[in-house]
């Protein structure tokens, strides 16, 4: 008996021990998992190598002696006053920083830095005689170009462009005694200047530091007045529009390119980059042959001209540097930028220089639709743009020549101008945490549509405080969906709660007893016809060529719908009636879309309002809501900002863009709070983790607590994966672990960005800190420190 | 066509996500999207490649007219590229770049003319077609000489039936399978690929297109010969566009013109096909995980897992010089770390793309998934769900692998979210089977207490006292003549003859139950497409239209009254129009009791018992069929051969009102828009 009792124990032990084998096994498979998960890096290392070395990260500048000796010796011009008076390049302007040389015969200047004794010239240096015919030379010298139609034949393929100098038909000293052999290229024969009869006219007087000149382009009837004045940063150009005048019938002006040439490069001599300020913010290196050319419109397409450029530049500047940390300047268009395009031409077949500059325009081309396929001819409108044209060319030197000083000093003219101030969210020390919150959706039912509900008020509740307890104070709480519209092209949204106005008050008590702010997602830009908003009839604006503003889409559904842009005028109205209602339900504002960038032109009537007249208006809907969220907003709307949401890691990656640095953050950076987009979404991990501290980004997740397959039949299916559950610990352990580099940094600027090596970066701020982050597969050491790979480190 | 409809979805989804207004963040050029077969569409996914690199020369070497593009074990890419010197003489030759170590080799230089494919071996060899040169080569590795030899060509057959001397013979693209047998597609050969054993000789075609089976195919194969349907309707089969081979030797071919992919058994059957594809495909690949590549003409990139489900559509058209998008695409390749290289003939350029953290996850899963490992597959599938919620096949593998591991309750749950109808069934009979087993008691109790009843009302008629109170509501409701009229419609239900008599002759029915009854109907439907388990049921509700519903029921009802009245009107049918809209209310009984009870015992069946399902409604239909003649022929007071060609000329007629109204719409819409740019010109104009 006693022995039977014996064996069933060890065969109760036997089986006891398999199963913890088991379970034990079965459990270090599942770690095994989780320590194999790929990520991003995860590759060949030579292809890891490759990665960083792409355009998705900053690169290390440029290291080979030879070049910058060469460009040194060969391509940095110190032309006397007497050598450039010579090819009639006159000293007209002086003050402690610089001197500013003009050339009356090609509307051409020359800007000495009196600091660096850099020259900068407008006109294309280094000219060999191989670089083509008579008539790209004489575009290489001038300082303006126009574009303009014969009225008789509007065509966009029949633009004609003329710069100054093809305009007098210039030709050049072969020989002149006079000139410096090096200089021979660029003066000008005035016997062969205009010389049949007059056709360019240009006046210029001095007063007021200001160089004051007249154009008159008489073969076309063309006049308008330019003034260039000197500042302590370089110089102002200004162009009154109401100096536009077009006296010949047959005739119209479209564009004024100013200054093309101005810091262009020859192929790739000069060691430096072009900043573009497209998305987040891009570079292009100037060492290759791209052949390509670059073209966009500064905030945006003009949905009422039917533009097509990919680019969104938000920031209406460029800059030129040449060598990194030597010589640099940017320009920033302060009046106008809205009808100007920011134009590039790379080296390639076609020219042996790289140029950017902006390009003014007085009026576009439209195509009139007179048939309901879309049938129609190009047109112009008789009136011009209403906005002047005011660039500011600032000009930097040494530590500050590169696209951070830029940066910054595109910054501190925004401080100065009263646009940016001091307003991080910094509740607790911390950095603050974005939450936006799925309260419902519609979905189609048997009659009608059926209300989804994903998140309700309690359970934001609920979410938010577990966030406190894991030490996340400083959050910012939007919500979608509040509305009984429903969510995805719903809006604008009428101001009917889907639950109770009691239970977002309460909420919204909640986190203001926390100091912490709370907003509802808003689009007064963007209707659908599933909107319950907006009347087809009154509400949707017409383009220029009078067809309403109404494109064709067929959702997910396959049932189709369409995106109506709504009159200025009705955006207003509606703003203005909500804003009464915000205050009852206790939140902050309204997180704001669409009215961000792309301003349009329209048609109302007979009369015809540009893209100033509803950019006005858009910046009057932010005085009148005073401090939103906004998405991805425009210079324009910095002002009315209090937050900025959804800043994208990206830009328009054209195959010649070399480097995406982060203009947008340094520029926010230690005055407003910027977000990054939902992390939800990230496909490539730990990667765009150390993206954000490097950018000094703040995080942001987009949550629902039910799940989010129930979003499946609905327009939010886009949102594909946003369950509280499944974010939870990622949102907890992601905030701790960029709060922690970034809490130190709170209300600093980024005053230096350098790459030390492929993939490590080091952020300088304000305060002295200092994050380096390795975005590499290996390890890292800096001043005494180790730095893991795909990690960071703090410098105190 | 419905493939045809999905393409218009993605085409006009991807001008929607670069039209609307930015909220997502794709941080890449394009959007990546998923097929979500739950909802039998596509859906935004996390982007699952970055663009890595653009090069326009690989070491020195620059791309002239990149054609084709292979990779060995070694990660050494083979592209085949030509230099054309003068319009009838080109330089070709393979060039052999190693991306790690930037070294480049050029084979066959001075030898090959227009190498137009490239494929290496499962003997690690390297085979060659060449357009121009009309011949396909193999070349090996001489290491004495450090140099590729050409060891075999392969050339057009001679003495051979399927070649007459006039027969054009241009090797396009090649493969060779585990036994190195060699395939060789020939451009514009509709019969397949060229098959040729290792050492050169040719053993006849395989894989080659057939003729779609269409009723309009059908038909002229009825009456014509084959040279006739060759010459007078072209009735060939396409030829294919290329051609790629899996790990297990099986041929994949896709065609210009056919949307996606073929993959082809060794007895040249189609042994899977991928469920949705681009129809202008110009190169196709197999992976590591053995999931499949295809690049097509516009530059779009679709993954598929080896079953042919789509993972991934991605990149696209390139119109403003963008990383990562395609102006003309002709090749496209995979090494052993899921990296994509495809070539651009436009551009002259290789593009790398690496996959993303989310793409890594998805391979894991895959692969696990493939060698049976369902259990362990459930973790990567649960990270890949957390990532996107809407990825159906995750729901598909989680559920697989609760299936796999006996949690049936939750398999049923991942199955109903990934709407996958099989494995739902499945699940749900286990399911059922454990709850018809723990409720075997009550059942056996339930059997008794009914045996019991049955034997005691044998003794007392207990259904009289059940049936008391309904008798009494019975004859209280027989006063009122609505209810005696509506209940008329069981008695039709059994005497159709009589009762159909009844309807015309003796008033036994009105218009107003005529229409409660079309209405119960709409109401049966709608229950039906609404409630029905969804095994059954193709419908998803939120994608029900309820307007198109409503035109689905009653226009065919409209018309139909409405036709079969004028045409008896004119052929002595005695029916008046009440009659005709009476009656055929009437005959929609047996589907108003059909349907609800259709829906009822959805919610209790597998596949298994599928029969049981389609029996009860076929029942319905056929019965409501057979009434319809009876009906017609009792108010009409036909006889049974005209009643059938009654009913063949009322539903020719109904066609032609529709017909007609359309052409009516048709014209005054045109006739509308004329008017409407006529103003709007005057307007521009003026």
């Known amino acids: 008996m006693v022995k039977i009792f014996k064996n069933i124990l060890i065969l109760l032990f036997l089986v006891l021990s398999i199963s913890v084998t088991y379970a034990f096994v079965n459990n270090s498979y599942d770690k095994n998992i989780e320590n194999q998960l790929p990520s991003i890096v995860d590759n060949y290392p030579y292809i890891a190598e490759q990665l960083l070395k792409s355009s998705r990260y900053t690169q290390e500048e440029e290291k080979d002696l030879d070049r910058i000796d060469n460009y040194l010796t060969n391509y940095v011009h110190n032309y006397s006053e007497e050598e450039l008076l010579s090819i009639d390049f006159i000293k007209v302007l002086e003050n402690e920083n610089f001197e500013l040389y003009f050339n009356n015969l090609s509307f051409s200047i020359m800007l000495r830095n009196k600091v660096t004794n850099y020259l900068w010239s407008s006109i294309n240096l280094n000219y060999e005689g191989t670089d083509g015919n008579r008539r790209n030379r004489n575009n290489g010298n001038s300082g303006l170009m126009i574009d303009f139609v014969r009225n008789a034949n509007v065509r966009s393929s029949d633009i004609s462009n003329e710069s100054i100098l093809t305009l007098a038909d210039a030709r050049y000293f072969t020989e002149n005694d006079n000139v410096i052999e090096e200089l021979l290229p660029y003066s000008i024969d005035k016997d062969h200047y205009d010389s049949k009869h007059h056709k360019v006219v240009i006046k210029a007087n001095v007063s007021n530091n200001t160089l004051k000149t007249s154009l008159d382009l008489k073969d076309y009837g063309f006049k308008f007045n330019v003034d260039i004045t000197l500042t302590n940063k370089g110089f102002d150009l200004f162009i009154d529009k109401d100096s536009i005048i077009e006296n010949d019938p047959r005739y119209s002006l479209l564009n004024i390119h100013i200054f093309p040439n101005l810091g262009a490069t020859r192929e790739d001599k000069v060691p430096g980059y072009f900043v573009i300020p497209d998305g987040i913010g891009a570079l292009v290196r100037l060492d290759k042959q791209y052949n ?149 959706e519609q979905e189609n039912s048997f009659i009608g549509t059926n209300t989804i509900k994903m998140t309700n008020f309690e359970d934001i509740d609920d979410i938010y405080n577990n966030f406190k307890d894991n030490n996340i104070n400083n959050q910012v709480v939007n919500l979608y969906g509040w509305s009984k519209d429903g969510f995805v092209n719903k809006t604008p949204y009428r101001m009917n709660l889907v639950y109770s106005e009691k239970g977002i008050r309460n909420l919204s008590n909640i986190i203001h007893d926390d100091n912490n702010l709370i907003y509802l997602n808003q689009n007064y830009k963007i209707g659908t016809s599933l909107s319950k908003r907006i009347n087809y009839y009154n509400d949707v604006s017409y383009r220029i060529s009078r067809v309403r503003m109404s494109f064709e889409r067929k959702d997910i559904n396959d049932e189709k719908y369409n995106v109506f842009y709504i009159k200025p005028s009705t955006s207003l109205k509606m703003a203005i009636s909500d804003n009464k209602k915000l205050d009852k339900l206790l939140v902050d504002g309204l997180s704001l879309e669409g009215i961000n960038h792309g301003p349009f032109s329209f048609n109302s009537g007979n009369d015809y309002y540009d893209r100033t007249h509803t950019l006005n208006i858009y910046q009057e809907i932010g005085e009148t809501l005073t401090l939103s969220a906004l998405y991805n907003p425009s210079s324009y709307m910095f002002k009315y900002m209090n937050l900025y949401l959804n800043l994208e890691i990206s830009n328009s990656q054209f195959d010649y863009y070399t480097d995406l640095v982060p203009l947008v953050p340094i520029v926010l950076k230690g005055y407003t709070s910027y977000f990054s987009s939902y992390l939800n979404f990230n496909s490539i991990g730990k990667d765009k983790i150390l993206n954000l501290i490097d950018f000094g980004i703040n995080p942001s997740y987009v949550l629902t607590k039910e799940d989010t397959y129930k979003l499946r039949f609905t327009l939010s299916n886009r949102y594909y994966t946003t369950s509280i559950n499944d974010f939870n610990d990622d949102v907890i352990n992601n905030y701790t672990y960029i709060n922690n580099a970034l809490k130190h940094v709170l209300d600093a600027s980024i005053v230096n960005r350098e790459v030390l090596d492929l993939g490590i970066v080091l952020v300088t701020y304000s305060n002295n800190v200092k994050i380096l982050i390795n975005y590499s597969n290996n390890s890292y050491s800096y001043n005494g420190k180790v730095i893991l790979s795909q990690d960071y480190e703090v410098f105190l | ?182 395939y060789i597609m020939l451009a514009g050969n509709e019969n397949g690929l060229g098959k040729y054993e290792n050492n050169g000789t040719f053993t006849g075609f395989f894989g080659g297109n057939q003729i779609p089976k269409t009723f309009n195919n059908m038909v002229r194969s009825l009456f014509f010969n084959e040279k006739q349907r060759r010459e007078w309707f072209k009735m060939i089969p396409s030829p294919l566009s290329n051609v790629s081979i899996d790990h297990n030797g099986l041929i994949l071919t896709t065609t210009i013109g056919q949307s996606g992919y073929l993959k082809l058994n060794i007895a040249n059957h189609v042994y899977s096909e991928s469920s949705f594809g681009f129809d202008d495909i110009v190169d196709i690949f197999v992976g590591p995980s053995e999931t499949i590549y295809t690049v097509s003409r516009k530059g779009m990139i679709t993954e598929y897992s080896p079953e042919g489900d789509v993972l991934f559509i991605f990149s696209g058209s390139d119109e403003f010089n963008q990383k990562g998008l395609f102006k003309e695409p002709t090749g496209i390749a995979v090494d052993r770390r899921n990296n994509i290289y495809v070539i651009d003939n436009k551009t002259n350029a290789l593009q790398v793309f690496i996959p993303t953290e989310f793409a890594n996850l998805v391979h894991d899963a895959i692969s696990l998934y493939q060698d049976g490992k369902y259990v362990e597959s459930l973790l990567p599938w649960q990270r890949v769900l957390k990532m996107n919620s809407m990825f159906d096949l995750a729901n598909k593998g989680i559920a697989d692998a609760y299936f796999a591991m006996g949690d049936y309750e939750n398999a049923l749950l991942s199955y109903e979210i990934a709407r996958d109808r099989e494995g739902y069934s499945d699940a749900f009979w286990e399911v059922r089977n454990v709850n018809l087993l723990s409720s075997g008691p009550i059942i056996i109790s339930v059997l008794i207490v009914l045996v019991l009843f049955t034997i005691i009302n044998s003794f007392v008629n207990l259904f009289k006292y059940i049936l008391w109170p309904i008798k009494k509501a019975d004859t209280f409701l027989n006063k009122f003549k609505l209810y005696q009229k509506l209940k008329y419609g069981f008695y039709v239900l059994r005497h159709p003859e009589d009762g159909f008599y009844g309807i015309k002759r003796e008033n036994k029915s009105s218009n107003l139950t005529a229409f409660i009854y079309i209405f119960l109907f709409f109401l049966a439907y709608i229950i039906w497409i609404y409630n029905t388990n969804f095994i059954f049921n193709f419908h998803i509700k939120a994608e029900i239209n309820f307007g198109q519903q409503i035109i689905f029921i009653f226009l065919p009802l409209a018309l139909w009254v409405i036709a079969n009245y004028l045409v ?81 000329i009322t539903i020719f007629t109904a066609v032609m009102i529709l017909v007609f109204s359309s052409i009516i719409y048709l014209l005054l819409s045109e006739v509308i828009s004329l008017v409407e740019d006529i103003i709007r010109e005057v307007m521009i104009r003026g």
Request: proline share 4%.
């Open chain 1, 292 to 440: 390509q050319s670059f073209n966009a419109r500064y905030f945006g397409n003009d949905v009422g001209y039917n533009q097509n450029h990919i680019p969104e530049l938000s920031l209406p500047i460029f800059g030129v540097v040449h060598q990194n940390n030597q010589n640099a300047f940017y320009a920033e268009i302060k009046e106008g930028a809205e009808n100007t395009n920011l134009q590039a031409t790379f080296w390639g077949a076609n020219t042996k220089y790289n140029k950017i500059y902006p390009r003014y325009s007085i009026r576009n081309i439209y195509r009139t639709v007179i048939s309901k396929a879309g049938d129609g001819r190009d047109a112009i409108l008789e009136q011009i743009y209403t906005a002047n044209f005011d660039v500011s060319y600032n000009f930097l030197n040494n530590d500050d020549a590169n696209y951070v000083g830029i940066a910054r000093d595109y910054q501190e003219s925004l401080i100065n101008s009263e646009i940016l101030f001091k307003n991080e969210l910094k509740n607790n020390n911390q950095i603050p945490l974005l939450t936006s919150y799925i309260i419902s």
């Open chain 2, 1 to 182: 066509m419905r493939k045809l409809k999905y393409t218009l979805i993605l085409i006009l989804l991807l001008s929607l996500t670069i039209l609307t207004p930015v909220v997502f963040a794709y941080e890449v050029p394009y959007p990546t999207y998923t097929y979500n077969p739950s909802r039998g569409g596509f859906v935004l996914t996390q982007d699952a490649y970055l663009p890595l690199s653009i090069q326009y020369s690989l070491g020195n070497l620059e791309l002239y007219n990149p054609q084709d593009i292979s990779i060995d074990q070694e990660n050494n890419i083979y592209i085949a590229d030509f230099n054309k010197v003068s319009a009838n003489s080109s330089l070709g030759y393979i060039i052999k770049y190693n991306l790690e170590t930037n070294d480049v080799i050029k084979i066959g230089e001075n030898f090959l003319n227009e190498p137009t494919g490239v494929h290496i071996g499962f003997d690690g060899n390297l085979y060659v077609a060449d357009n121009k040169k009309k011949e396909a080569y193999k070349y090996i590795y001489d290491s004495l000489l450090d140099e590729y030899i050409v060891e075999v060509t392969y050339k057009k057959p001679t003495n051979s039936p399927y070649f007459g001397e006039t027969d054009v013979f241009e090797p396009y693209k090649i493969t060779s399978d585990q036994g190195n047998v060699v």
């Open chain 2, 568 to 648: 008896c009107s004119i052929r002595d049918g005695e029916g008046k129009l009440t009659d005709v809209l009476q009656g055929t209310a009437y005959i929609l009984i047996p589907m108003i009791i059909v349907l609800p009870l259709l829906t009822i015992i959805s919610h209790y069946l597998t596949f298994n018992e599928a029969f049981v399902y389609d029996f009860i409604f076929w029942i319905g239909i056929v019965v409501t069929l057979v009434y319809i003649v009876i009906m017609v022929k009792e108010i009409h007071f036909y006889d049974v051969t005209p009643t059938i060609g009654n009913i063949l």
